[in-house]
């Protein structure tokens, strides 16, 4: 998948947009603009030429082609699969192409998006620490099924990165983020129910292969920002609490660096005209208009999952694949999280710049 044509010609927004209440949406693209001159690699294209490229390939694409399989069949989909094409990414990608089981799994399932985990501060504003460890995370959530094989690979050698804890986390079909409680999110600023709700949200740690798989929704949009996938990669040092399924250092989490991930307009665009996601009355905000997306292609990165429809109709789901590039020796920043989800429930964490007596004090975590 190219990128190189999707900005051109494009000036900008005139204004600041503000996503929610507080956030700039302008000032957290110049801060991953700024986190991403400090990475000499931003793309994975010389990784092709490493010794063990073909191994490690052949392998992502039988991972690939056997968890289609398996999802289809679990789903008792029987249908043609449709694949995305390599059109301009301003234009449709739900081609009419049908795989066929005579179809070379080598060219459907290759690797061509690449994203960057970088250092910045556009884990937020919504990160919630103390989520738990699971691979399911739609809950009671309707919106089109979302299947993604994320591999983790090292920026300087190309291999994969396995023990590595991934958060995973969007907003919903209407663009409500779960574990938030803010008027800018669709709900009321003292909905403390919505503290505690967890949907949308979970980790898992990557296996040998540097690979995770969640099953979630495609993310619906809220108000200046195009739809996308919030991605933390924890440190090497991060355990898990055997007690409750989540990971230690509720207080105190480290992260290696952050993403986000995003989808071709074409996609989008056919899954905005569903319901839910055709029920939010925010005004959408397009791929060529997202000043996070921006910063991302003026890096050089391709943050756009590779996908297939899992049957002929856009509601029967995605399977999505994307590999993300991490720098295994750079050092782990602190995390700043919106919320900790503790035994009690969601608790908010009032000031993101802690002072140097640490966190504030909280109820007793898991």
């Not at 060219?107 to 884990?123: P, V």
Request: aromatic share 6%; net charge negative.
């Amino acid at each position: 998948m190219r990128i190189s044509s999707l900005f051109t010609g494009l000036l900008g927004l005139a204004t600041i947009v503000f996503a929610h209440p507080g956030h700039d949406i302008k000032a957290e693209a110049a801060e991953r603009a700024s986190a991403l001159k400090g990475i000499h690699t931003r793309s994975l294209d010389k990784c092709s030429t490493e010794p063990n490229a073909h191994t490690i390939e052949a392998a992502n694409v039988a991972r690939r082609k056997t968890m289609l399989h398996r999802i289809r069949q679990a789903r008792g989909l029987t249908g043609p699969v449709l694949q995305r094409d390599l059109a301009p990414l301003n234009a449709s990608h739900a081609s009419n192409l049908s795989v066929t089981p005579s179809t070379d799994p080598a060219t459907l399932f290759q690797s061509s998006g690449s994203c960057i985990l970088a250092e910045d501060t556009t884990q937020g504003p919504y990160y919630v620490s103390g989520e738990l460890i699971r691979r399911t995370l739609t809950e009671s959530q309707q919106g089109i099924p979302l299947y993604l094989d994320i591999q983790l690979v090292d920026s300087s050698t190309c291999a994969p990165v396995p023990s590595i804890w991934v958060d995973l986390w969007s907003c919903n079909a209407t663009g409500v983020y779960s574990g938030v409680s803010e008027a800018g999110n669709g709900v009321g600023e003292n909905d403390q129910a919505n503290l505690s709700r967890t949907f949308l949200r979970g980790l898992q740690q990557t296996d040998d292969a540097g690979v995770v798989q969640f099953h979630t929704l495609v993310p619906g949009h809220y108000a200046g920002r195009a739809n996308h996938v919030h991605m933390l990669a924890h440190g090497h040092g991060t355990s898990v609490n055997t007690n409750n399924g989540t990971l230690s250092g509720l207080y105190a989490p480290d992260s290696m660096r952050s993403a986000q991930i995003f989808f071709d307009q074409g996609l989008i665009s056919d899954v905005e005209e569903t319901e839910p996601y055709a029920g939010n009355g925010v005004k959408h905000t397009a791929n060529v208009e997202d000043f996070i997306l921006r910063q991302e292609l003026d890096g050089g990165i391709d943050p756009f999952v590779d996908w297939v429809l899992l049957g002929e109709d856009i509601r029967d789901g995605v399977f999505g694949w994307i590999r993300v590039a991490l720098d295994k020796e750079a050092e782990a920043e602190d995390v700043a999280p919106a919320v900790f989800r503790t035994g009690e429930g969601g608790v908010e964490n009032e000031d993101f710049s802690w002072p140097a007596g640490g966190p504030p004090t909280l109820p007793t975590p898991w």
